[in-house]
């Protein structure tokens, strides 16, 4: 089985910064590529950044691309997203979640695993 377990979310003031972390456990193979995903209340799940287990192959949605980075520690099992300059619109509790296929991008249907999740608040 694979382990999944979020921290780093809070409350944020808009233009602010925030770092996820999520620490996995599993084998390798279950954890090809990590994602991270969001839901705002009232609102169905969003796709918000993915990576491959080398890296080599990174996806991000386009609200968030060139304000949160995607980044992974393999030798630390852990998944991050870095979130800079942060809106109201990022308001969300976000989940991580692995998966075995290489290479899995935004599809939902290939995570096998999720998290419980963070709670990302940004007030105005």
């Known amino acids: 089985q694979v382990q999944l377990v979020e921290s780093g979310g809070g409350l944020v003031q808009a233009g602010g910064s925030l770092r996820l972390s999520c620490a996995f456990s599993g084998r390798a193979s279950n954890t090809i590529t990590m994602a991270w995903f969001r839901q705002a209340p009232g609102k169905g799940r969003e796709s918000v950044a993915a990576i491959s287990r080398s890296g080599g192959s990174i996806d991000y949605a386009d609200s968030v691309k060139g304000r949160f980075t995607i980044s992974r520690d393999n030798a630390k099992n852990a998944v991050y997203l870095q979130m800079n300059s942060l809106k109201p619109e990022d308001t969300a509790a976000y989940t991580c979640?692995?998966?075995?296929?290489?290479?899995?991008?935004?599809?939902?249907?290939?995570?096998?695993?999720w998290g419980q999740g963070t709670q990302v608040t940004v007030s105005s």
């Open positions: 979640a692995a998966s075995s296929h290489y290479y899995a991008g935004f599809s939902p249907n290939l995570y096998a695993y």
